[in-house]
């Protein structure tokens, strides 16, 4: 049985760095072709995918997000980590993290979601 | 970056109906295509893989079709239990995922 849990703060000051923090089981990020990816939806809006890691320690971001984004895995803790820099009132949102595993010829959809949670950056 | 397009962005339906949604994208993405289900407060949920392909446990109303750049959902008999914001999501990428803009199925 898969299941994904995020956790980290409710609430940030604007400027300040988000660490999120994904902790799964049923599952091994060893394993080849699978990946966690991060996906957050603003208040009312849609999904937006932001990063995602593989098995084998490669890393994809969302090309607006890039720069501000860091994504690593501790496959001995079975976590995933997100870090988000210089957080804006924009990027309040519900963010997830979600298990991947690559199809034969491209990449994986997300199958199984953690229950979110909601960031909220004002000062 | 491939982007999706849902259309309607909403609509209105009664418990029996049959609804379509549509999804279409920038650049041909094969059959790369999920579906997701999602109800206020929770994770959205996966429907359907690969433009067609059910996911283990939804209920066989749920059906999806297209390939290329163009794909629909379909539930063939609206129930109660239905009535949320579906997402279309194109994985053809392996540098990028995108999500279309949703669409809110709504009790008419």
């Known amino acids: 049985q898969i299941t994904l849990k995020e956790s980290g703060p409710t609430l940030v000051k604007p400027t300040q760095t988000l660490t999120l923090t994904c902790t799964f089981s049923g599952f091994s990020l060893s394993t080849s072709g699978v990946g966690v990816g991060w996906i957050r939806q603003p208040p009312g809006k849609a999904l937006e995918w932001l990063a995602l890691i593989y098995w084998d320690d490669d890393k994809r971001y969302s090309p607006s997000l890039k720069s501000r984004l860091t994504i690593t895995k501790d496959t001995s803790k079975n976590q995933v980590v997100l870090t988000m820099t210089n957080m804006d009132p924009v990027d309040t949102a519900t963010y997830y993290c979600?298990?991947?595993?690559?199809?034969?010829?491209?990449?994986?959809?997300?199958?199984?979601w953690g229950q979110g949670t909601l960031v909220t950056v004002s000062s | 970056a491939i982007r999706m397009t849902q259309s309607p962005s909403s609509l209105s339906a009664s418990t029996g109906d049959r609804v379509t949604i549509t999804c279409r994208a920038s650049?041909?993405?094969?059959?790369?295509l999920a579906w997701y289900q999602q109800k206020p407060g929770k994770a959205p949920k996966l429907l359907i893989y690969a433009a067609s392909t059910l996911q283990s446990g939804v209920p066989s109303r749920f059906s999806g079709s297209g390939s290329g750049t163009d794909f629909t959902l379909t539930i063939s008999c609206l129930q109660s239990e239905d009535f949320a914001t579906y997402y279309c999501q194109q994985y053809y990428s392996y540098s990028s995922w995108t999500f279309g803009q949703g669409t809110k199925v709504e009790i008419k």
């Open positions: 650049q041909g993405i094969s059959s790369y």
């Open positions: 979600a298990h991947s595993v690559n199809t034969a010829m491209a990449a994986g959809y997300f199958d199984y």
